[in-house]
């Protein structure tokens, strides 16, 4: 059977009380299929305003066969391209982040402007017009200081998710913060198992003895079930909007993405071993109510964020094959925040460098449980992996439309 068809049948024929088919954590060909029908038609969470403080600064990102340079232009604006040169294809930024005044491909020296024009191609005769040959642009929108890059001829309507998150992430002055840290890490396991796990707190109290000081396991903070009906969670939103802060939960109607400030345990301020804010100058200057938990947002298929008082923490995902997924953390802080005098470093960065770690092998061992042959779907908790179940519904709602159509047309050229 056709591999399309194959996945097709797999989730039309699948339980949704259950654990996806080995296939789908393991599988090259289905892992191809969510690059083309996922990855490569999203919005893709790319990185902050924040790392492009100047004309010329540029950070580069992978989506599956995608490279992508996305960089300030002259006049200040953010834009993305594809990185491969217009004369032979070469990679033209070869670093993960930095600053140059054009952008030049190693190989031969074709110079682009920072617009992506071609301003110089040495030797190439007098009928080659350079008008033609500028690099090919990828979709770019910014949001309260995050990017987003999408790869599709046709990108998906940004501003639907621009009116939800906006207000929420706005006040914290992400675009205005300055990176403190970064830390990437690969887990050996598919994509999909680095989301199922970061959907549930089922697993907390055993394997996050840092996190679990401050995160509560209440399947209310991760998941997507009773956090209207929590009493605690109601009152930390009533006292957050009594100061202009939006807190209720929200969440897109497809299921993609949500956002909704959550209550920390014992009354803490920040993912910090005392619960203490880790830096002592706020992350902003228009926030300075105290006892704002923390605000959490997730966005299919490629980040997650908890935005406190104190600091900000993004997490992006990005699929490298069928059973390895990068994971990059970057902590926010006021960009005026001095490490060893405002915060420091290693207060702010533990509890989640711990738990990331944790979550890695957990992950990779989850990875090497499913390629058993032994390995058949296992049925969810309903009270604790409501989350889990919500992500694959969306995974599921997503793909299942455009394997059929596709299905459908290879059916009628045949």
């Known amino acids: 059977m056709d591999v399309r068809n194959q996945m097709l049948s797999d989730l039309l024929g699948r339980d949704p009380n259950f654990s996806l088919g080995q296939k789908f954590y393991t599988d090259p060909d289905y892992y191809k299929l969510d690059l083309e029908h996922i990855w490569y038609r999203e919005w893709i969470f790319a990185g902050h305003d924040c790392e492009l403080p100047k004309a010329g600064s540029y950070i580069t990102v992978q989506i599956g066969e995608y490279s992508v340079i996305v ?14 040169c217009r004369h032979r294809g070469s990679r033209i930024c070869t670093a993960e982040k930095g ?22 191609a040495r030797q190439v005769g007098p009928d080659f017009k350079p008008a033609d040959f500028g690099l090919k642009t990828v979709h770019c929108e910014t949001v309260a200081g995050y990017i987003y890059i999408c790869v599709a ?3 998906p309507d940004f501003n639907a998710f621009r009116a939800t998150v906006e207000p929420y992430l706005a006040p914290h002055q992400i675009k205005d913060a300055k990176i403190a840290f970064e830390s990437t890490i690969i887990e050996k396991g598919n994509w999909k198992l680095v989301w199922e796990n970061n959907r549930e707190c089922y697993h907390c109290a055993a394997n996050h003895p840092e996190l679990c000081r401050t995160y509560p396991e209440a399947p209310s903070a991760t998941g997507v079930q009773g956090m209207m009906d929590d009493e605690e969670t109601n009152q930390l939103w009533k006292r957050c909007e009594d100061t202009g ?5 929200n969440m897109a109607e497809s299921g993609q993405y949500r956002i909704a ?10 993912y910090t071993m005392s619960g203490k804010p880790a830096v002592t100058k706020s992350l902003s200057s228009e926030v300075t109510a105290s006892k704002i938990g923390a605000m959490l947002l997730f966005n299919y298929p490629s980040t997650w964020n908890h935005v406190m008082i104190d600091h900000a923490i993004s997490f992006r995902v990005l699929p490298i094959s069928a059973e390895e997924t990068m994971v990059t953390t970057k902590w926010m802080v006021n960009k005026d925040a001095v490490e060893g005098v405002d915060y420091n470093l290693d207060e702010l960065t533990h509890v ?18 499913i390629r058993s ?4 779907p296992g049925p969810y908790s309903v009270e604790h992996e409501g989350g889990v179940m919500q992500f694959i519904e969306w995974y ?19």
Do not use: M
Not at 71 to 84: E, L, P, Q
Not at 245 to 249: M, Q, R, S
Not at 352 to 369: F, K, L, S
């Open 245 to 249: 802060l939006p807190a209720k939960f």
């Open 396 to 414: 599921d709602n997503f793909i299942t439309p455009r394997l059929k159509g596709e299905v459908a047309k290879l059916s009628r050229v045949a």
């Open 99 to 120: 600053t140059a005044a054009r952008l030049v491909c190693p190989y031969h020296q074709w110079t682009y402007d920072l617009d992506g024009k071609l301003l110089f």
């Open 71 to 84: 960089v300030r232009d002259s006049h200040g604006s953010i834009r993305a391209f594809h990185n491969t």
């Open 261 to 270: 400030r959550i209550p920390l345990l014992r009354d803490a301020d920040s």
């Open 373 to 376: 042959p032994a390995y058949q």
């Open 153 to 155: 001829d046709e990108a």
């Open 352 to 369: 989640w460098i711990e738990t990331n770690d944790q979550d890695r092998r957990i992950v990779e061992e989850n990875a090497r449980g």
